[in-house]
């Protein structure tokens, strides 16, 4: 089964400054991988996804993700932080449900704030 | 863009009672739903797979008798939890399947159901 881990369950840094939040996956067969971002009590919303096209992608909000095969890895950055950007992010790797059809494995979340 | 609509937003019932919760895709057709579960501080975990038409599919360890779910037209799906427990309480979001976009499914999700069981 396919598995992603988060690491820092929380991450701070200031206004302006560079967002880094770490995102590694464990997959059998090349992954399809996500990062969701989720506002207080709303559900989920995509921020972006790489699906074996390039390597960088390119998100919503400014936020880019590189995935890199060698080092299992899809972390999300943004070259400089907005208040807007306090939020709860997940990262997510498609996997087979128990029919077949397919779905998303999330990590535990990275609960970004900003502080002005 | 395509948007799902959760209902309740919000919903606190007494021990024993069942409640529904509606999922609706608004602007689409929606062949899978999915019905997910989130602990304080933890991520979703996969409830099951909603199909129109059909059975859900449950992961392992979803009690299917508790969670009952109805998937009886293109935009809608219902989650029952029946004979709620104080352990019931949780955030349960549904997405619904908008397609495919260069081979990866698009998901749109609600803005979750809040349950308290008291």
């Known amino acids: 089964a396919q598995s992603v881990t988060q690491l820092g369950s929380h991450v701070s840094v200031s206004e302006g400054a560079l967002v880094l939040l770490r995102c590694n996956y464990s997959s059998s067969v090349p992954p399809y991988l996500f990062w969701y971002v989720q506002y207080p009590n709303q559900g989920l919303q995509l921020l972006l996804k790489y699906t074996s096209a390039a390597t960088l992608v390119k998100g919503i909000n400014g936020f880019e993700a590189e995935f890199k095969k060698s080092e299992t890895s899809f972390h999300l950055t943004k070259p400089s932080a907005h208040m807007s950007d306090a939020a709860e992010y997940f990262c997510?790797?498609?996997?087979?449900?128990?029919?077949?059809?397919?779905?998303?494995?999330f990590g535990k979340g990275t609960k970004l704030t900003v502080n002005p | 863009g395509a948007v799902v609509s959760q209902h309740p937003s919000r919903v606190i019932c007494k021990s024993g009672t069942s409640v529904k919760i509606e999922c609706r895709s608004l602007?689409?057709?929606?062949?899978?739903m999915f019905w997910y579960r989130q602990f304080p501080k933890q991520s979703l975990m996969l409830m099951a797979t909603s199909n129109e038409g059909s059975k859900a599919t449950y992961e392992q360890g979803v009690e299917k008798d508790k969670f009952l779910i109805n998937h009886a037209s293109l935009t809608l799906s219902t989650l029952t939890v029946t004979s709620a427990h104080p352990e019931d309480s949780s955030f349960y979001i549904c997405?619904?399947?908008?397609?495919?976009?260069?081979?990866?499914?698009?998901?749109?999700f609600g803005a979750g159901s809040r349950l308290t069981v008291l």
């Open positions: 602007d689409f057709q929606a062949t899978t």
């Open positions: 997510a790797v498609s996997d087979l449900t128990q029919g077949g059809s397919e779905k998303l494995v």
């Open positions: 997405s619904a399947e908008g397609g495919w976009v260069s081979g990866a499914n698009v998901l749109t």
